[in-house]
């Protein structure tokens, strides 16, 4: 995924952005702490799904999406092992904006690239756990908040506002 923007330039996360990427979520996540490893282990998987916005060379936002089950959201802090071969959901873990980055228009820009790409893969959904408040930023983007009765419990393990929310793909 490479977007250009006035402000600087989503591009492919590397090994090398794995320390900045870890220092934004730790910055913006704090309610929602994640190992390194986690971040290392979704860039090693899945490269095409993950992103940093570079902003005059110093990375400001990191996008960590991939292929996935359904309503089966990874929990928090847990390694994936794999990406499965026959996903059913392309599911966005986590877009982080530090705010710096905040209204230079990287949040909507990666949205866009992340549904394009995942109507490439060949899924009929993108799916995600909303936190901090962010339903309406993912409804302008036409997710909706879905429930998943299964999913309550899991909800929970973030906060008792987060919401699965899922945005289907155009035919």
Known sequence: MRVELAKGVWRPMTGADLQAVCAIADRVH???PEDDAVFAER???YPAGCAVFDSEGVPAAYAVTHPWRYAEPPALNVMLGEIPVHSSTYYIHDIAMAPEARGSGAG???VEA???HAGETG???LSLVAVNN???FWSRFGFEVVAEPALAEKL???D????FMVRKIAA
Not at 160 to 163: I, P
């Open 114 to 116: 992340v549904i394009a």
């Open 134 to 136: 962010s339903v309406p």
């Open 156 to 158: 929970l393990t973030y």
């Open 43 to 45: 860039q090693r998987l």
């Open 160 to 163: 008792a506002d987060a919401r």
């Open 123 to 125: 899924v009929p959904n």
């Open 108 to 110: 909507s820009a990666i």
């Open 30 to 32: 704090v309610s929602y």
